[in-house]
Structures are given as C-alpha cells and as structure tokens.
C-alpha cells in the first residue's frame, strides 16, 4: 500500500520559510514522478494548483508561475522523502499543501490548461496546511 505523509506545514510570517516532508512508504520516490497541489482554504477542488513537480525520467523540476524562483522541490531516495522548500513567502502561500506521487513509473509532469499535474492517476497525501499571515 502506498502512503504518503506530509508534514513541516504550521504559522508563519510573511517573507518567512518553512521547508515541507513528505515520507514515502510503498513505492520509491527515486522511481516515480512526484510533486506537491495546494488547495486554498475554502476553495474547491478543482481549484487546487500544481505547484511543483519533478520528472522520473530526466529530473527535471517544474514550477507553477506563482512559485517559481521562491519554492525548490528535491527529493532524497535514501530517506524516500520529497521536500518543497519554500521561501519568501506571502500570505497567498496560505493553502492546504498535498504531496503527490505517480500512479506508475511512466507518468510524468504535465502542463494541462488547467496547470502543472501529474499524469494519470497519482497517489495523494493528507495534506498539511501553511499559514501565512502578515
């Protein structure tokens, strides 16, 4: 079974850095692409954002717009952990953050016209919620 279990999430100010875990347990992260959603308090799901992303095949790291030179994604296969390193950041950061992982090795990131994903059916964590305040 896979699990996935984010933590690192808590308060903090603007302009402030938080780093967030994700474990893995039932698949290796080394093998498999993964990524990290947010999902805005009170927003619906189909609202969520990718965020972040990281390709299986070549490593290549992917950033949503609004992330992007402020959140580092990285991954360390000894601990099967995902990291998102997140810096500068603003009370718009303030969502429920979800680590991701691809259903199979062959599923990549993807930009979709509703922004980054992973491809087919990924598994999801429980999240952990980043509160920014000013």
């Known amino acids: 079974e896979v699990q996935l279990v984010e933590s690192g999430g808590g308060l903090v100010q603007s302009g402030g850095s938080l780093r967030l875990s994700c474990a893995a347990s039932g698949l290796t992260v080394g093998d498999y692409t993964v990524g990290w959603v947010r999902q805005a308090p009170g927003a619906k799901p189909a609202e969520r954002e990718g965020i972040s992303c990281i390709s299986s095949i070549d490593g290549i790291t992917y950033y949503a717009d609004s992330v992007k030179g402020r959140f580092t994604i990285s991954k360390d296969s000894a601990k099967n952990t995902v990291y998102l390193q997140m810096n500068s950041l603003k009370t718009e950061d303030t969502a429920f953050y979800y680590c991701?992982?691809?259903?199979?090795?062959?599923?990549?990131?993807?930009?979709?016209?509703?922004?980054?994903?992973?491809?087919?059916?990924?598994?999801w964590g429980k999240g952990t919620l980043v509160t920014v305040f000013s």
């Open positions: 991701v992982a691809s259903g199979t090795r062959h599923d990549q990131c993807i930009m979709t016209s509703t922004g980054l994903r992973v491809s087919g059916a990924p598994y």
